[in-house]
């Protein structure tokens, strides 16, 4: 056989070789391939995050209130204005990191989408309530809980005078916040939180705490 007959035939069968013949479908594309493996390594919360949701899970403090300001600020840049999904699940915490949260969410251009995951009291509230008008969320049996701040108060007399009086401008400030996104007057929430309150999904809701609640079941006649 001549070689450059050989050349374009398949060894087994003799068959002439198709040029510029498409790829069998059943390939998968190398960029499709590298995307899956690069998915396939990423955890749970990366994933989470690459589709802009944010979690509080647990107590309000440093390290979660740092985590949660550096994921909206990288979320901000990445894609400016798009929303970012914030879930809340947490009992409070902090002052200090829930308005460090607070100021976050009122200082990106993205609005933030909030959601009540089983419970969100105290500073958990404000955030709930602080979510853009017209896409805050709370599931069914989740539960709402406003209270005025308090703080073990200890030292010398004139410690305990200004971390009282800390405390004090503490209580007026998250009133504040909760009557402005709530609609409710700073002296009807002040007084709603001299002790615990607690909201169902439906009493958050006409609260103007939330704006939706999602995923109930529909009433049968």
């Not at 998968?28 to 690459?50: C, F, G, H, K, W």
């Not at 969410?105 to 989408?113: G, L, N, Y």
């Not at 615990?196 to 079941?217: H, I, P, R, S, W």
Request: glycine fraction near 8%.
């Amino acid at each position: 056989m001549h070689p450059s007959t050989f050349s374009d035939q398949i060894i087994t069968g003799g068959s002439p070789l198709v040029q510029n013949e498409p790829p069998l479908p059943h390939l998968v594309d190398p960029r499709a391939s590298v995307n899956y493996q690069r998915t396939r390594e990423m955890s749970i919360d990366e994933l989470l995050l690459e589709n802009r949701v944010v979690f509080l899970i647990g107590e309000i403090n440093y390290s979660s209130a740092a985590r949660i300001i550096m994921q909206m600020l990288y979320l901000e840049n990445q894609k400016k204005g798009q929303d970012i999904n914030f879930y809340i699940n947490s009992p409070g915490g902090s002052v200090d990191d829930t308005l460090a949260i607070y100021d976050t969410m009122s200082f990106i251009s993205s609005e933030v989408a909030t959601y009540c995951i089983g419970r969100a009291y105290s500073g958990g509230s404000v955030l709930l309530g602080a979510g853009e008008k017209g896409k805050r969320h709370i599931l069914p049996h989740a539960k709402v809980m406003i209270h005025q701040p308090s703080g073990g108060v200890t030292g010398q007399t004139t410690d305990i005078q200004i971390q009282a009086e800390q405390i004090v401008k503490a209580k007026h400030t998250l009133a504040e916040i909760l009557a402005r996104h709530s609609g409710q007057d700073v002296e009807k929430v002040i007084a709603d939180g001299e002790r615990d309150k607690f909201f169902t999904a439906q009493e958050a809701k006409d609260y103007g705490l939330v704006d939706e609640v999602v995923g109930n079941v529909p009433s049968k006649d």
